[in-house]
């Protein structure tokens, strides 16, 4: 027989969705949403750094640059689906009918 399935418990969620400094305890979205956003903006700047470095002749070598680029794309892109799937419930819970 298969064990049943458990919830997902704050203690075992990864420190990468924790924001640094806040015990495993209850966690703002103010606070998770501006660590996204600082760590989508650090990998920008990876980018823009990496792509400066390669054009200029720095040393940097073209498939860093490109897995840097890429890097910061799809962390841009995972966090606008995961803003678009908060607005999105924004919107649905502002249609319910009280």
Same mark, same amino acid.
């Given at each position: 027989?298969? #064990?049943?399935?458990?919830?997902?418990?704050?203690?075992?969620?990864?420190?990468?969705?924790?924001?640094?400094?806040?015990?495993? !305890?209850?966690?703002?979205?103010?606070? @998770?949403?501006?660590?996204? @956003?600082?760590? @989508?903006?650090?990998? !920008?700047?990876?980018?823009?750094?990496?792509?400066?470095?390669?054009?200029? !002749?720095?040393?940097?070598?073209?498939?860093?640059?490109?897995?840097?680029?890429?890097? #910061?794309?799809?962390?841009?892109?995972?966090?606008?689906? #995961?803003?678009?799937?908060?607005?999105?419930?924004?919107?649905?819970?502002?249609?319910?009918?009280?």
């Amino acid at each position: 027989m298969a #064990a049943p399935i458990l919830p997902i418990s704050p203690s075992i969620l990864p420190d990468a969705i924790r924001p640094a400094g806040q015990p495993s !305890g209850g966690t703002n979205f103010k606070d @998770v949403l501006s660590s996204a @956003v600082e760590t @989508v903006e650090a990998a !920008g700047r990876s980018a823009s750094t990496a792509v400066e470095k390669f054009l200029s !002749g720095e040393g940097e070598e073209l498939h860093t640059t490109i897995l840097a680029t890429q890097r #910061a794309e799809l962390s841009f892109d995972l966090f606008m689906q #995961a803003r678009n799937k908060a607005v999105s419930a924004y919107q649905e819970i502002m249609r319910m009918q009280m």
